[in-house]
């Protein structure tokens, strides 16, 4: 019966990817993201039907695969079909009986032949991860369209990951978004996989869980006025008894509910709590806790401010207490090992006319307020830690020192990151030049409002290398890997937050998880093409990236210097002169003279994107 019920559950799927319509399709290649370690094209090919029979050979009743695949099964409503063995014209999903060393426990192997697919992992992750690799040979339009028939080119695929951590972190404190856009979130990590999610969950605009010893955080730090009609950082003040409309929190049921849905797709969530500073939220619900001295009326922000002053007072034993209090609500939510617990940006003005802070750093003996912030950060690790939790912060956790035992998120460069590989930290790579992607993505002339900072394009991600050059082997096993962050200011729906996300994400993905030797930005451009005809049919929103071509200048075999252009997405038509004025069609690389300027234009589907761009011979 339990045999049953698994193939049940395998056999609704396949249904329906082929469920009768009369309607074939023959694929006639795969454009996988991230791309697998190794691919080997075969003779022949294997059709999918309504007669492909299903075998999952011996995977445990628990597994969170079948669990999904379940889910899937009820959401697609298709009759099963019953077999008790594996046979030709079949599908099988195996666990290995001897572990292949290679795969780890997320590797899977997958093949493609005239009798049928098999997948085959060392774990029932694998199998999850091979089962996305599956999803991505079939049609983009599977969701939408039924198909008849499916004739799949035939194919062997080994496949494991680079890094171990391959994170996306979604800031829900300056914009709230509900219960079904994160699930929609960890769906999209799931597809890519992506296995780590960072959930910023407080900050000055906003306290998103719900606290029951300390209610005033939901019932006033989780809310303020609206002004999502206006421009981040040009609102209106808030008016004098104005309702406050704008927020939410998610519940302790809510945050169980997404922590379970997480596991399903072998994603770990990892909250995050700021830690001393970003507090506007703590402290109008709870002003007991700022600073002596500081006679600031704070408030739930709602738009941006410099300095962030805010901080929650070093040198009150209540603020310790309140801390402790609320890790005692949220560890216990996120079984995970790993508490994020912010630590960044925390401006000290306060504590420095503080007689509190002053009395608290003369008890301790320690010699700045850096000291004072590392006081904090050890007194809370020392907490969780009795919790069996460890704990992540930003880099500035270092300057004051940190145990050996904290991890260390980089997001200031890499500066940050190498310091404390050497020192022998654990690090997750997020510089804000390759991994923020609130950041605009393209030419900010034609994009909608984002952080005015650098410009992070969907090239610059794919050309990032999340180890960092001058560490030795041994420091280098510290870099557990990277993640990109969406941080929301100017993101207050969650089409613009999938806008901004994709398809920066897919390289992310492929960054994190495939051999550096085997990226390629021209295959990938391709792939992501194929990709963005698949998101976009699963409801996703997809940023239009970048129309400005760049180039590159090598020398040939006489010394003539010879010009590349490049550009981003896939099917724009470049057009450019060399000074006559006279515009020709780039098909291939072209002679140029030092000092030069080329003219170029950018047409896609026929329409000219953008603006002239003139780019320069060095």
């Known amino acids: 019966m339990r045999k049953q019920l698994y193939v049940t ?23 996988i993201i991230p791309q697998p370690v190794e691919m080997e094209t075969a003779e022949g090919s294997f059709t999918l039907s309504g007669s492909t029979v299903c075998f999952l050979g011996n995977v445990g009743q628990n597994d969170p695969t079948v669990k999904y695949i379940s889910r899937v099964m009820r959401q697609w409503h298709f009759n099963p079909v019953f077999v008790g063995k594996p046979e030709s014209n079949c599908l099988q999903f195996i666990i290995n009986e001897s572990p292949d060393i290679d795969l780890g426990n997320e590797g899977y192997n997958l093949v493609v032949d005239n009798t049928g697919i098999t997948i085959s992992a060392n774990t029932e992750h694998g199998l999850f991860y091979g089962f996305q690799t599956l999803v991505q040979l079939l049609p983009e339009d599977i969701n939408n369209v039924r198909y008849g028939k499916i004739v799949l080119p035939a194919c062997k695929i080994r496949d494991y990951p680079r890094f171990g951590w391959r994170g996306s972190h979604l800031d829900v404190s300056r ?57 981040w950082g040009e609102a209106d003040p808030a008016g004098e008894d104005e309702p406050r409309t704008n927020g939410g929190y998610y519940t302790k049921e809510e945050i169980k509910e997404i922590v379970d849905y997480a596991a399903e ?18 402290l109008e619900s709870y002003p007991n806790l700022a600073c002596a001295n500081d006679d600031t009326t704070y408030t739930v922000q709602f738009g941006p401010y410099w300095p962030p002053r805010a901080i929650l007072c070093a040198g009150n034993d209540s603020v310790m207490t309140f801390l402790k209090d609320i890790m005692d609500e949220i560890i216990p939510l996120f079984p995970f090992n ?27 003996g320690l010699k700045d307020f850096e000291q004072l912030q590392s006081w904090m950060i050890v007194e809370i690790e020392k907490y969780v830690k009795r919790q069996d939790k460890n704990i992540i912060g930003w880099d500035e956790i270092l300057l004051g020192g940190v145990s050996s ?3 260390v998120m980089s997001w ?40 005015p900072a650098s410009l992070v394009t969907l ?39 999938e806008y901004m996300l994709l398809p920066r994400l ?113």
């Not at 797709?265 to 700021?274: F, L, N």
């Not at 401006?347 to 420095?352: D, P, T």
């Not at 050059?469 to 990277?482: M, N, R, W």
């Open 338 to 364: 790993y508490i994020h617990i912010g630590g960044d940006e925390a401006v000290k003005h306060n504590w420095e006319r503080c007689p509190r802070c002053k009395a608290r750093m003369k008890k301790l």
């Open 459 to 497: 090239d610059k991600v794919y050309g990032y290398d999340p180890m960092p050059k001058g560490l030795t082997a041994e420091q280098q096993k510290h870099i557990l890997g990277a993640q990109a962050n969406l941080w929301t200011e100017y993101i207050n729906t969650p089409e613009m937050a």
């Open 506 to 618: 897919c390289a992310m993905s492929e960054i994190l998880w495939s051999p550096r030797e085997k990226k390629s930005w021209e295959d990938f451009r391709a792939r992501v093409a194929r990709n963005v005809i698949r998101l976009k049919s699963n409801d996703y929103h997809v940023g239009v990236g970048s129309f400005k071509p760049w180039l590159t200048v090598d020398k040939d075999a006489d010394g003539n210097l010879i010009a590349t252009l490049h550009w981003e997405v896939e099917g724009t038509h470049i057009y450019y002169h060399t000074g006559d004025g006279n515009y020709k069609l780039y098909t291939k690389p072209f002679a140029v003279d030092k000092n030069s300027v080329i003219t170029v234009l950018s047409f896609f589907k026929g329409t000219l994107k953008e603006q002239p761009y003139e780019l320069k011979i060095q």
């Open 265 to 282: 797709r072998y994603i770990d969530v990892i909250p995050e709590i700021e830690i001393p500073g970003h507090c506007c939220a703590v």
């Open 9 to 31: 559950c395998l056999l609704i799927i396949l249904s329906a990817v082929v469920a009768s319509c009369g309607r074939k399709i023959i694929v006639d290649h795969y454009a």
């Open 412 to 451: 200031q460069g890499t500066k940050g990151g190498i310091t404390a590989a050497r020192r022998g930290n654990d690090v997750i790579m997020t510089p804000t030049d390759f991994c923020y992607f609130n950041y605009y993505q393209a030419n900010p002339e034609y994009q909608p409002p984002a952080m």
């Open 405 to 407: 035992d904290a991890t």
């Open 175 to 231: 914009h709230f978004f509900g219960v079904t856009q994160v699930k929609k979130h960890l769906d999209l990590m799931a597809a890519y996989k992506l296995n780590k999610f960072h959930w910023h969950l407080t900050d000055d605009h906003g306290w998103r869980i719900e606290i029951a010893k300390y209610p005033l955080l939901n019932d006033v730090g989780s809310w303020r006025v609206d002004r999502d009609d206006q421009p």
